[in-house]
Each structure stands twice: as C-alpha cells, then as structure tokens.
Nanobody
C-alpha cells in the first residue's frame, strides 16, 4: 500500500481559498487513481473529487465549479484547490489511493490521516 500524508488545512473565512496537498510514497504514483473525501462532525464520510488513473476527473455536485483536483506525478502529490469556501465545507479532508482504475468513490485501499478544514461564516 502507498503511504499518504495530507497537508494544507486550516481556518479560513467564507469565500476564501485553501489548497490541500497529499504526498504519496512510492514510484508508481501515475498509475494510481486518487481521491479526496471529507467527513464533517456527526456525518458520514463523503466523496469530494477523484482523479483516475486514466485521467478522468469526478466531482460531487456541491463542489463543482469551486474545487479543482489535480496531481503532479513527478512529485507524487495530489492537490485539491478549494475556492469560494462555505461553512458547510468544514470537515476533515482525507486523500485515498488505489493502484489502477477506480471510478468516483472507490473503493480505495490506502488512506491518509486527514487534515482539518474549518470555514467560518
């Protein structure tokens, strides 16, 4: 399994932006389907966005037009650019990985420890 470490979370006002990063171990990053999930207090974990091993990207409806998923294969890093943040985006954000193709919300084999994003109103 690949090791994943998220960073970039923090406290931001509504309307602001954050960029999350997920650094992966290993040398086959380009072959992985990667995704971002989030979990708000008292709620189940939900799919946010994915970047598949064949280059197709998916987004949940609530973040379309505001969030952008991308990757840098040379750096083995996944990103999530989050703009126009809303209080309802407050959650712990996790990255996930699967070697090969995965569509949208998985299942995924490897998970990071999460990074907190808090959006104040």
């Amino acid at each position: 399994q690949v090791q994943l470490v998220e960073s970039g979370g923090g406290l931001v006002q509504a309307g602001g932006s954050l960029r999350l990063s997920c650094a992966a171990s290993g040398r086959t990053f380009a072959s992985y389907s990667m995704a971002w999930f989030r979990q708000a207090p008292g709620k189940e974990r939900e799919f946010v966005a994915s970047d598949t091993s064949i280059g197709i990207r998916y987004y949940t409806d609530s973040v379309k037009g505001r969030f952008t998923i991308s990757r840098d294969n040379a750096k083995s890093t996944l990103y999530l650019q989050m703009n126009s943040l809303r209080p309802e985006d407050t959650a712990v954000y996790f990255c996930a990985a699967h070697l090969g193709f995965r569509s949208r919300d998985g299942p995924y084999d490897s998970w990071g420890q999460g990074t907190q994003v808090t959006v104040s109103s």
